[in-house]
């Protein structure tokens, strides 16, 4: 039990001011006027708000999730990531073998069932990819997932899946099966026409991963997935708001087509966020940091260097408020996953995930 006091306390939809948050069992109790425990911590300035959540996170700290899809590999990405304000995150694994993927799903059951703070599930970006819009995925391992390990994913105990694919590439009735199962499913990574995506849309897709990044480009006669993923506010837009991946005159044309109210921002963080580490491998080849920009041997993009709390002050640069911009790495991935206001909030019931903000500095409180 404890009793936390600040000038500010921001529960992602209003302001408390000089008040106390209160915590029991690691839960929000209540905002009050007066502590309600004797443990108490007192900020003289600064605000207290949501934890940050991440959808789709590779790596940190050194470990990326392909190269180490053990247990001791998602602790130490999800420390990393929480030591920068993201309290809650999708461990993601880029398009894999099935042998990877077994060991990874494994590993992720496993932590869930450790309740491993931090990891709320899995996102399979890929391996039900397009080739032709295959980034850095290696065209190897782009497979349809058989029957069998389709069923495997959708029987395990692995909190929140969430699946990336190309619905160009697939049948529509897996899309409606791994949907009907309770399985989160995005387009990502693929060369669809608008018409497909819709089709996509139909089937049971909810939302599109990295926007603009690995999907044609839109045009005035065919807008491709692109056109679909900025102009339909029913479903969800991921971006990397890191200033490499997006041009920010586009980040602001998609929030203000799509609505604030259904962009996420996330950050695809690969090895080296959180670490002293310039360079690593991937499949077999390196991947290398050159000023906050990770490109490979062929000069793609290969993930990012970036956390959520400069994709928040990346977002404020464009003009868009604090509140805005904290609502799209807290209560809109929090209800992407339809965990709102459990987690994404400090409203009373919710997950003591609190992070202090006092102008350019940040740090995770509980």
Known sequence: MKSIYAPGIYDGEQ?????????????????????LFSDQLIYESGTLVPGFI?????????????????????KTIIQVHRSLGTHELLATLITSDDATIHQTLDSVETA???NMQGLLGIHLEGPMINSLKRGIHFDKDIH?????????????????????LAP?????????????????????HSNATAEEAQKGLQAGISGFTH???????????????????????????????????????????????????????????????????????????TIYKENNKLVNHERKLAGAHVDLFT???????????????LQMITQNPAKALNLYPTVGSLKNGAKANINWINGAIIKPVV
């Open 15 to 35: 302001y408390h001011h000089n008040a106390w948050l209160n915590i029991q069992d690691n839960t929000v109790l209540s905002v009050t006027d007066a502590a």
């Open 54 to 74: 991440d959808l789709q996170v590779n790596g940190g700290g050194g470990i990326l999730l392909n190269n180490d899809p053990t247990v001791q590999g998602l």
């Open 112 to 114: 869930i069932e450790q």
């Open 144 to 164: 349809v997932l058989n029957d069998q390990l389709l069923k495997n994913i959708q029987s395990r105990n692995l909190g929140k899946v969430l699946v990336t």
């Open 168 to 188: 160009e590439t697939v049948d529509p009735h897996i899309i409606t099966e791994l949907k009907d199962t309770g399985i989160i499913v995005f387009a990502g």
């Open 211 to 285: 926007m603009f990044n690995a999907m044609p480009a839109m045009l005035s006669r065919e807008p491709s997935i692109l056109g679909i993923a900025i102009s339909d506010r029913n479903s969800w837009g991921t971006i990397i708001h890191d200033g490499i991946h997006v041009d920010p005159i586009m980040v602001k044309i998609a929030i203000e087509a799509k609505h604030i109210n259904n962009i996420i921002l996330v950050t695809d963080a690969m090895a080296t966020l959180g670490s002293d580490i310039d360079s690593f491998e991937f499949n077999g080849h």
């Open 311 to 325: 994709s928040l002050n990346n977002t404020m640069n464009i003009g868009y408020s604090f509140e805005q911009s």
